[in-house]
């Protein structure tokens, strides 16, 4: 079985299932950009090789218990909250507060908040063009996703200008009455904590 193929999902199964092989395709898939973003925020090489070597040695631990729905999402949350514990460890060890470590911790908190809110709006607007009729969906993708006007839309499916537009409207009032909650919701926390 060639497992850099397999889908994260599959990986998470065979994980946890205990197959090492799986555990090698998750770690050779993600260490790189794991270390990247952590040594971003730690500007260190050995403290980033230390959050992601904690990354996954706890993944490996928990392999049997874990109920992962989105191991991207999973890996880079542990990520942050590994960055956070390094450097709340490194002040504790200075025995000082150092007022543009605590706002990195800061900034690193709201950003990865903000990831996580966009991701969770991205994966619900992709629900939502699911159950769109699939001349509306394509039309919306290409207008707002691949950014395409609407002559080039029209020239490429071979319809009128009207109709590619009545097609981006309907789409859009769609997605406006069914992210209606999504959007109050996210407003109001952004609100609150931000």
């Known amino acids: 079985m060639k497992y850099s193929s397999l889908t994260d999902d599959v990986l998470v199964k065979l994980l946890n299932a205990g197959d090492t092989d799986a555990f090698q ?46 191991l991207d999402r999973y890996l880079f949350t542990a990520a942050k909250y590994k960055v956070i514990d390094q450097i709340r460890s490194s002040l504790n060890r200075k025995e000082s507060s150092d007022p543009i470590v605590e706002d990195m911790i800061s900034y690193f908190d709201e950003q990865a908040d903000n990831n996580l809110a966009f991701e969770d709006l991205n994966s619900a607007v992709e629900k939502i063009l699911e159950h769109m009729p699939s001349k509306t969906r394509d039309i919306f993708r290409m207008s707002r996703l691949e950014n395409h006007s609407v002559r080039e839309i029209s020239s490429c499916l071979q319809i009128p200008e009207r109709t590619v537009e009545y097609h981006i409207t309907q789409s859009l009032r769609i997605l406006r009455v069914h992210l209606k909650d999504f959007v109050t919701y996210f407003f109001l926390v952004s609100t609150m904590f931000g």
């Open 25 to 70: 395709a998750v770690y050779i898939k993600y260490w790189n950009e794991l270390f990247r973003v952590s040594k971003k925020r730690l500007h260190s090489d050995d403290a980033a090789a230390e959050v992601v070597q904690d990354i996954f040695v706890d993944l490996w631990e928990r392999r049997e218990n874990l109920k992962i729905e989105n």
